[in-house]
């Protein structure tokens, strides 16, 4: 099993920043893969970003230039850095730890990060 806690959201102007965390615990050896999703009211989830073990990251159209993923693994935490935040950027964030070799996907309870116009 793996738990992941997110930490970091909140409410900020347009075109600032926020941060967010996840810190991973459990069985962190199996993870394969880190990243974010957001869900905003009325859509469906959708992939922010993505961190693999080796480095590779991947980014929704959305957010390139915009968002950074990192990954600090002796801390078992993924961070997304969230610059020049647009109103549509308002969702809820969940964290995910995807393990490939039983294709399980694990979450975060969620942290909400509003942006106001």
């Known amino acids: 099993q793996v738990q992941l806690v997110e930490s970091g959201g909140g409410l900020v102007q347009a075109g600032g920043s926020l941060r967010l965390s996840c810190a991973a615990s459990g069985s962190i050896s199996s993870i394969n893969v880190m990243g974010w999703y957001r869900q905003a009211p009325g859509k469906q989830r959708e992939l922010v970003a993505r961190?693999?073990?080796?480095?590779?990251?991947n980014y929704a159209d959305s957010v390139k230039g915009r968002f950074t993923i990192s990954r600090d693994n002796p801390k078992n935490t993924v961070y997304l850095q969230m610059n020049s935040l647009k109103p549509e950027d308002t969702a809820v964030y969940y964290c995910?730890?995807?393990?490939?070799?039983?294709?399980?996907?694990?979450w975060g309870q969620g942290t909400q990060v509003t942006v106001s116009s």
């Open positions: 995910y730890a995807r393990r490939l070799a039983i294709d399980i996907d694990y």
């Open positions: 961190v693999a073990n080796g480095g590779t990251t």
